[in-house]
């Protein structure tokens, strides 16, 4: 199968053309539109002319062999016609049909497979089905079934989307400039995972835009965003399915298994990728990016605005999205107030008056001065460009950017309107020019200025860009005990305490020697989880007496209350000493393998939900950085006058954890080791859980 | 002072009237496109006419009476010219002028006393100085400094604003319509208190909007925000200082009292203000309560939208803004089923499919059924809403929602584009007269979705009303012994442990059986805070021998770590059972008065800042939601097996601790009780700090 054949194809013939609203009529405009004559023939049994332009009746009277062939007929007709399309050359199709597996009936998943052998057996790379086509914007190859506004679109944003109505939409809104829009369907042939990679292998695409319901092949979903990450080119994506109920939408949908959603989020902090909320989002984000000459060096930012509101309405939106303002060094408060009048007082972000605004030279400086302090990654200029141009402080400050712009030092510059409206094509373009994006209003521009910032804050070789995909096998479920839990995890470098497994009374007594005092006894089986529950956990025992007398209660509690259980014997432990609760624990999605959580333990995971997820394998700095992102950091840097904990330690046992698990990922379920104790040196796990698959 | 004579005058004269572009041009440009001839004068000593109308060259030519003068001229001449007017019977003046306490300067602050004298002497409403002034939209009055497009802005939205430039903004912005719009610039006489006095006063405005960096006369501010609250107009409110920086942008633009934020949060509970975070969210919020006809009955939503993309969006919008979506009812989706295509699975939020939006006939029955699903309060319909119609689906949606909108059943309505645009002009008014807003891009529509959602819960008579303002007393500080302390909070029904204080080894032995074993001895003094730290607490003592040797100890070690403490001896107190460990804290801010504080105690409110804030005095329902609102509850309810603690008895307290708060306004500082302990049945406090001021 060659993509290139689909999306960028030399000749194409649509099928179905017709002059009608709809998505024969609609194709033919836009191809009309937006093809060079001799690219593209229309076909339909019933005409001669569709728009002024010869129709054929049938594909085979088409007079040369085609690349592509554009499906606007119902699905009773579409594998005859990819037949058809075949034998004149064709090597992909685009069909728009829908009544496929999206209906969830057993014919439409029958008619779905049946298409997908077809594809395969021709060896036809197909868009589709229940898609609206696709336009190549560098080539001018447009196979789209819906009609938007005639203008020029051609730019350096790729996107593909699960949904062919937001990919409408993107295409209406007048800021956007594509280099591909892709609207995948059902993704049965060519999939999200394909056309991802063609994006990042694409040299006219800056910026990759997707809408994601959910993954079908994770491998070449991953070695599309590994690809993007090692390249550094921007991967911006809306999947829905945050919420249950967005989930169950998003299921039905296009028929997407949309994993679990957290395990989403953690795949995107390994390689980079900027999630965003919604389509406006999505499209500024990857405006933004596209439109930007370079992206800043530091992920610290400075405004400017006119007026003591909008200043204050930026440090505030700031503060909200995390986009860190650092204070102005001396020299440039100095400098600045040397420009500002006398009533305005520096500080980031600047109030820098309206007055400035009308002075193309003082604006200028003020934009250099604000761009050399060293704290500066990137400037927002704050200021609501209309659609209808009322005040002329654009006409001097678009001058003052073009100048700024065009130096070598200068420093990304952005624009942030404070209210919603269609900005000024005339300045819109002009400042696209020297690279500034006008952002959306300021809530949506904060939260990309803060996209931004997470983009330059990763660092691909700071994390380990594996993923290990669990093989499909059906084990037989059930879980270890808590000793043999122990020796498999304990294997990994992870310290446990000195524990014997006793089988009789005397065998615990002989291991008091081997482990020491103070003592806990627990049963060990692989059936009672809530030991001490039902009093098979006995602590601080100091004596032969007591270890006789625990190993007999022990014994006879678990066979009271679980008289099925299997019992391998009584655990005899070395009982530590508590330290800072936390856990790890692991989960192994059955799409992208294990998933790796920290936390402090009990309430703080239970109720705060205070947690880091990661993808296994992690390396250290990913390990580093999930600890440190916890609210509850606090408590293991010394909180009231305690010593720090060894935070180091911890930061290893989820690594070599994350090891474990990928190790394992064919046969682990889930790992649960609860209670780690962390010390001011090292650490020492109490409890570990070894669920099989 | 007559603030009518100020925003509702019959006659106003300009001053400094000119045709230049500036203040005196584009007021004068204002007054000529916005009001009635024979309203109003022009003067300039230096010009016979202004813009082909008749100019005088001083106040005292005008053949008549004025109530309001229009400054347009520097602050030399704004004492002068006031004189003057007052003379002509002007009781009301606009002052743009700056230069006043708002650059900090000594002259500048003297300007400003100088001006509020003379205002007071001469029975002056002024508006300003440093201000943009107003337009009364509903009399036809323009005061206004700035020019914006000519257009129709007759409302019903009321807007204060201590920033002109977003006034500016606001007017801009196509979607506006107002009642007044006022820029109230440093407001030395008439405060925004005041205005918004007016606005909750004025039967023209519906909805009030106001930009907000600090209040100066707490007591009238609370006054209108009580009456707004109880009438039930909604109060929009932008105020910055969020943030650090923000706080101290607020302080310097206006020279305004900018206090803790967290206490405006607060504040605005207590009254039902809904608090936005840009400009953008607080003209749409307040023009959506506008144009709806009216309210939700119950705050829990459902949306429709034309593809699955879109209903993914707003399903995990819905999520991470807290607007609720509740699962259709049988008889609902029954009825959706049989208007859907087959292909579409009904949902709450619905994808009704692009096929309905086509059909005038199908989607008002789609509405209908939807409307009149119990669970559900308002209806979105996500449609992106463009400037230049392509889709014509909008005909038919408009068309049907006309009918819908209709009926009297109907509920309420709103449309939710995901695409920034400037909308339709023709259909936003349509939908408009309909009651239908168009709401801005999808993450804003969320959050204003849920600014309704607040707006309709608030129900004003579950809270009290009140806020007890501390007087003006500079106490001497310092603290009372916790022995004290204890005296009073107990006075207010929070139980403590049995306590006496001892001054003698002897009495601590007399004490014991007053208060009975196991006993907690600690140090009495207003000087030792961290008591346990140096030794001053010693806890379960069992026996006389012990108590003797704690009473010993206790105070050596006081006397060796605080050698100038005041003692007033050791308190013998039974030790009870420790609980869930909460506490309840006061800060009495000097503006609003005490605030008070729940959490859980320990890291909970240290690490993870899990509390809820209030202004005293609460009600029980009131100190129910803070305790509810805690993350924390769920710990509360019955965690892990446990019985429920007795949230009843802590809200009581919270209620008692909120009473003596109000009672000692005027001598307290703070008040921090922590811990108290939780019990199945009952509470017990047993540390208590009262600050003195």
Excluded at 547 to 566: F, M, Q, T, W
Aim: aromatic content about 6%; glycine content about 8%.
């Amino acid at each position: 199968m060659d993509i290139k054949k689909l999306l960028s194809p030399d000749r194409i013939a649509v099928i179905g053309a017709s002059e009608k609203d709809g998505f024969g009529g609609d194709t033919c405009r836009n191809v009309i539109t937006y093809m060079k004559e001799g690219s593209y023939y229309f076909v339909n049994p019933k005409r001669d002319m569709v728009l002024g332009e010869k129709c054929y009746h049938s594909i085979d009277e088409i007079p040369e062999n085609i690349d592509l062939v554009v499906l606007c007929t119902p699905k009773s007709t579409v594998e005859g016609l990819i037949k058809k399309a075949s034998i004149k050359g064709a090597k992909a199709a685009v069909v728009y049909a829908s009544g496929y597996s999206e209906v969830g009936t057993k014919e439409g998943k029958e008619a779905e497979e049946s298409l997908i052998n077809l594809c395969k057996e021709l060896d036809i790379a197909l868009m589709g089905p229940n898609c609206a086509g696709y336009v190549n914007f560098i080539k001018g190859v447009s196979s789209f079934a819906f009609i938007s506004e005639e203008r020029d679109r051609k730019g350096a944003v790729g996107i593909v989307s699960q949904s062919g109505q937001l990919i409408l939409s993107m295409m209406d809104n007048p800021k956007m400039k594509f280099s591909h829009a892709i609207s995948s369907g059902n993704s049965i042939v060519c999939k999200m995972e394909d056309y991802l990679d063609f994006l990042v292998d694409d040299e006219d695409t800056k910026v990759i835009a997707m809408f994601l319901e959910g993954v079908k092949d994770t491998e070449h979903f991953i070695k599309g965003l590994k690809k993007a990450a090692i390249k550094g080119k921007p991967v911006v994506v809306l999947k829905t399915g945050r919420s249950e109920k967005g989930q169950k939408i998003a299921a039905s949908h296009t028929g997407s298994l949309s994993g679990a959603d957290k395990v989403y989020d953690a795949l995107f902090k390994k390689f980079g990728v900027i999630r965003v909320d919604d389509l406006e989002e999505l499209m500024s984000t990857a405006m933004a990016m596209a439109v930007l000459k370079k992206m800043p060096q530091i992920p610290n930012f400075a405004a400017m605005s006119l007026s003591g509101g909008e200043t204050g309405i930026c440090a505030d939106l700031g503060e909200l999205h995390g986009v860190k303002f650092m204070d102005f060094s001396c020299e440039t408060l100095e400098k600045l107030n040397e420009l500002l009048p006398s009533y305005a007082t520096p500080n980031n972000p600047l109030d820098m008056t309206a007055t400035l605004s009308y002075d193309v030279e003082k604006f200028a400086m003020a934009l250099e001065t604000v761009m050399s302090d060293p704290s500066v990654g990137l400037v927002a200029v704050g200021y609501t460009l209309l659609q209808e141009i009322a005040d002329p402080a654009i006409h001097y400050m678009a001058k003052s950017m073009e100048i700024v712009c065009a130096k070598p030092e200068s420093k990304p510059l952005v624009m942030i309107p404070f209210a919603e409206n269609t900005r000024n094509d005339e300045y819109r373009e002009k400042l696209a020019k020297i690279g500034v994006p006008v952002l959306p209003t300021s809530n949506y521009a904060f939260k990309i200025l803060r996209n931004i910032a997470d983009f330059v804050s990763y660092d691909p070789s700071k994390h380990d860009l594996k993923v290990e995909i669990p093989n499909e096998i059906e084990g037989s479920g059930g879980v270890l005990t808590e000793s043999e839990s122990k020796e498999i995890v304990g294997k990994y470098g992870i310290p446990f305490p000195k524990c014997v497994v006793a089988k009789s009374e005397e065998e615990a007594v002989k291991a008091i020697e081997e482990v020491g005092y103070p003592i806990v006894a627990k049963i060990d089986s692989p059936d009672i989880l809530h030991k001490s529950d039902i009093g098979c956990v006995k602590l601080n025992l100091n004596s032969e007496t007591e270890v006789r007398s625990a190993y007999n209660h022990i014994i006879r509690n678990a066979k009271e209350h679980c008289p099925d259980a299997r019992i391998s014997g009584v655990q005899i432990n070395n009982m530590v000493d508590s330290g800072i609760e936390m856990i790890i624990g692991v989960n192994n999605d059955p799409q992208f393998g294990p998933c790796i959580l920290c936390g402090l333990g009990g309430v703080f995971v239970e109720v705060f939900k205070d947690t880091a997820i990661r993808i296994a394998p992690v390396s250290y700095d990913e390990a580093y950085e999930m600890v440190t992102s916890l609210k509850g950091i606090k408590l293991l840097e010394g909180y009231r006058g305690n010593k720090p904990a060894d935070i180091g330690a911890y930061v290893e046992a989820i690594v070599n954890v994350s090891r474990l698990a990928c190790e394992h990922k064919d046969t682990m379920k889930e790992l649960d080791i609860n209670p780690i104790f962390l010390y001011e040196k090292g650490i020492c796990a109490v409890d570990a859980l070894f669920v099989k698959k």
